[in-house]
């Protein structure tokens, strides 16, 4: 695996730990809430989003506008089963979510699951390191590079992981903010 591989994967980690951070709730509306979201459409689950309209009208409310007009009770069932944890309103033509405040329990529930995808991230991070890292020790054994190009490969790999584990850490700081902020 060369470094530039590895920092690619780590850079694809950072994304995906980024991606299940949108999906925590916080106390205004978002339209990534319903990211993870699958509506049995015509026998196949898909995703909501290329099902409907989302849109955030003020800082309390999603809407949902489904292209197909006849989906629009499928998507409301959607919705009510997903672990989102909001129950919809239907009003014939569009779907209403109101987001409630947050109470200071959720809040730091949401703050335990925050840190849980921060951990998983950096897990994930530490793997790609490892394959790394016995990559560059395989080379070196084989006598495909010098012992010192195979130090100077590894410092550079831990500085990666180190820049991106720096990241996943910005994010989660970012994310528990967004939480705590009522």
Known sequence: MKLAEAENKMQSTVEATQRAFNTIRTGRANASLLDKVLVDYYGSPTPLKS?????????????IQPYDKSSLNI??????????GLTPSNDGSVIRLN???LTSDRRKELVKIAAKYAEEGRVAIRNIRRDALDSIRKQ???????????????DKLQKITNK???????LLVEKEKDISTV
């Open 51 to 63: 099902l409907a309209n989302i849109s955030t009208p003020d800082a309390t409310t999603i809407l």
């Open 75 to 84: 998507v409301e069932k959607a919705i009510s089963l997903s672990d989102v």
């Open 99 to 101: 987001i409630p405040p």
């Open 140 to 154: 070196e054994k084989n006598a495909e590079v010098s012992e010192d190009e195979s130090k100077d490969q590894q």
């Open 164 to 170: 991106f584990t720096a990241r996943i850490d910005e």
